[in-house]
């Protein structure tokens, strides 16, 4: 076995985009995916999350740590004891050194270490995969910006057909439009999609909007321009959507085009 192409993954497939571009699976708590160098794979996981992983993830082997105890015995601690038998499987193999991306956790480099393994660090793994779009991540990122761009729609929308009242600000439904009243009714719009907004988004106009990135704070008025920039994920493929539109309820003034 030529071990220096063996490559392990590891984390939380909910954070770690690299390791679930590989598994394709969403679960709460770590676990790993080692593609050994004779093409075979074994993907290590809670156990009461194997049947799940059978039936999605793409291995050879779907394993938890139960399985492969090193001659100390397993932690009490869940991510510990998964890190040790990650350990534990490579020996087994007969493993002298693997390759890893930028995201393995320090966890797994020191027991995969203490079992006398090598670890080779790669800057491009995962990275350069995850690139290139297959047929299904497209349709994935197709859908994710279409609802990004409804969720635009309708917030440039509610800013057009809000009703301006004293000094120019601007009222819906009866009560002041505010940056953060508007972040809130594009995240609930996200929310009936089943799409996070967990960054929030951006609903800034003057003076915060000469502030790059800047969220936005207090009330929208009529003839000044709205930056909106709205970047939700799908709940269920981790797709991203991005768009970014500005808005004017009224007539822009000549300083504002």
Known sequence: MTSKRTTVLAGHSTTNATLFHRCRFLVGDSSVAIDFADGTSTYLVRDIEIDRARKAVRANQIACAADFIPEGGLSGDRDTALAQATAECLRQAGESIITVDRSLPYLYAHFIQEAGISIHYSADLGVLERRIKDVQEIEHLRLAQKITGEAMTHACRTIAHATPGKEGILYHDGAALTSERLRAIITAFLLERNFSNSHDSIVATAPHVADCHHYGTGPLRT???????????????????????????????????
Do not use: H, Q, W, Y
């Open 223 to 257: 003839g000044l321009p709205t930056i909106v920039d709205i970047f939700p994920m799908d709940n269920k493929t981790r797709s991203n959507g991005d768009m970014s539109r500005t808005v004017v309820n009224g007539t822009p003034s000549d300083e504002a085009i």
